[in-house]
């Protein structure tokens, strides 16, 4: 399997603009999960999704961030409008719970979000 | 809230042996990872407890008492990849929320 899969990768951007971030988790795991990590917060959870249904948003700093999961194989994390303290990485994991699986969870490359 | 403390950085010797201690403070409790993180790349699964006690995966072990909202990862014959960050996390509940802390850091030198 291909792991977790995150595009971009990197991504600049100014103030004020919508940004974008793009996830695929590994095939057949039922539950996504978007963080965000920066030096001053740490690793800070955003939302989780199980079989695609958003369990948990309480993370999410505030209504200018949005999450879907349109389906098992994708999920997008969108801000609007962006602003500079948005700045971090933004990591996307997925694990299974399924029964007799394991319910670790794996990490994608995360992307690197710069708002200037 | 949820509290989870680690120190933040620790320094070893290659081929010595180093401790990373966790406390935590949570509302929920359902298990207690470890993840390594090299700068610049994404955190890595290490170990997971959920019942007191060791568990051993060659060079690194993790330990778990519920009672005492304690954690610790033993690291042994360390080498310089060893270098990166550790994170400990929470699973607060059945359902997989996780907090993690803020991470350690650590250096390994010659």
């Known amino acids: 399997d291909a792991g977790v899969i995150q595009s971009p990768r990197h991504e600049v951007t100014e103030m004020g603009q919508e940004v974008t971030l793009r996830c695929k988790p590994i095939?057949?795991?039922?539950?996504l999960f978007w963080y965000r990590q920066t030096m001053m917060r740490g690793l800070e959870l955003l939302i989780y999704f199980n079989n695609n249904v958003p369990i948990d948003d309480s993370g999410m700093p505030e209504d200018r961030f949005s999450a879907k999961m349109p389906n098992a194989s994708f999920s997008t994390l969108k801000i609007q409008p962006s602003e500079p303290r948005d700045s971090a990485v933004y990591f996307c994991?997925?694990?299974?719970?399924?029964?007799?699986?394991?319910?670790?969870?794996?990490f994608g490359p995360g992307t690197r979000l710069t708002v200037l | 809230g949820q509290n989870i403390d680690q120190p933040t950085e620790m320094t070893a010797t290659e081929g010595a042996i180093v401790q990373i201690n966790c406390t935590y403070q949570t509302s929920g409790f359902n298990g207690l990872f470890w993840y390594q993180q090299h700068a610049g790349e994404a955190p890595t699964f290490l170990s997971y407890n959920v019942l007191d006690g060791l568990e051993e995966k060659g060079r690194f072990s993790s330990f778990l008492s519920r009672s005492k909202g304690y954690s610790y990862l033993l690291l042994k014959e360390l080498q310089m990849k060893d270098s990166a960050s550790y994170l400990c996390?929470?699973?607060?509940?059945?359902?997989?929320?996780?907090?993690f802390g803020a991470g350690t850091r650590l250096t390994v030198k010659p």
């Open positions: 996390a929470v699973r607060l509940y059945n359902n997989n929320d996780m907090r």
């Open positions: 994991a997925s694990s299974f719970l399924g029964s007799g699986g394991t319910d670790t969870q794996y």
């Open positions: 095939s057949g795991h039922d539950y």
